[in-house]
């Protein structure tokens, strides 16, 4: 499963159509417009503060999907049916890590981000039952079961998004610092049966 994809979510009556596709160089701008946020900046890691670091970002994204053990996408939201020729706009970030070519991985972990103009509509949940649904489709056979979700305890806003796509929560996990000076949720999603 080493050649990109492309997915899609379909426009609500609420929201237009989501693009999910691999993060690609004419990405760059608008990925380090949305790590000046602050919230955003606070929750992934690392800071993409510059053309240069957004650049090595996408390139190091290009060579997980090249690995086949890490599946990161770009999520764009189409322009409405009124604005039908403006270009699509970067929204957020999925991604599908540590599954692995072969049987025997029966679980992979998935993340998120959001920019913080599409906050509140729905952009994350959306994207990330896509992502759940192709890691299960083009996994399952390989022996994915279980999808995990971790987030810090204080993350109110990605509890929420877990909870809204089906990953119930599994456990605390106790912080770890540095990285992780507080405790965390693991949230889990498992395949139909």
């Known amino acids: 499963m080493n050649a990109p994809v492309t997915l899609r ?27 000046r946020d602050p919230e955003l900046r606070r929750w992934a890691s690392p800071p993409v503060e510059s053309e240069d670091e957004g650049l090595r970002w996408v390139r190091e994204r290009e060579r997980d999907w090249a690995s086949g053990t890490r599946f990161g996408f770009a999520v764009l939201e189409e ?42 509509r729905g952009v994350a949940p959306r994207a990330l039952e896509t992502l759940t649904a192709w890691a299960f ?23 929420r998004v877990a909870e809204k796509s089906g990953y119930t929560l599994g456990r605390i996990l106790p912080s770890a610092p540095p990285s ?10 498992r395949a139909a049966v």
């Open 137 to 159: 489709r083009s996994f399952r056979a390989d022996g994915l079961e279980c999808l995990e979700l971790l987030h810090q305890v204080d993350n109110a806003a990605s509890c």
């Open 180 to 189: 992780y000076p507080l405790d965390g949720h693991l949230h889990l999603r």
């Open 79 to 120: 322009a409405p049916e009124a604005l039908d020729a403006a270009p699509a706009r970067l929204v957020g970030h999925v991604v599908l890590k540590g599954v692995g070519p072969g049987p025997g991985k029966a679980s992979a972990e998935v993340g998120y981000w959001t920019a913080a103009r599409a906050r509140g």
């Open 9 to 35: 979510a379909a426009a609500t009556p609420t929201a237009p159509a989501l693009t999910l596709r691999p993060w690609r160089a004419q990405d760059v701008a608008a990925l380090v417009e949305a790590y």
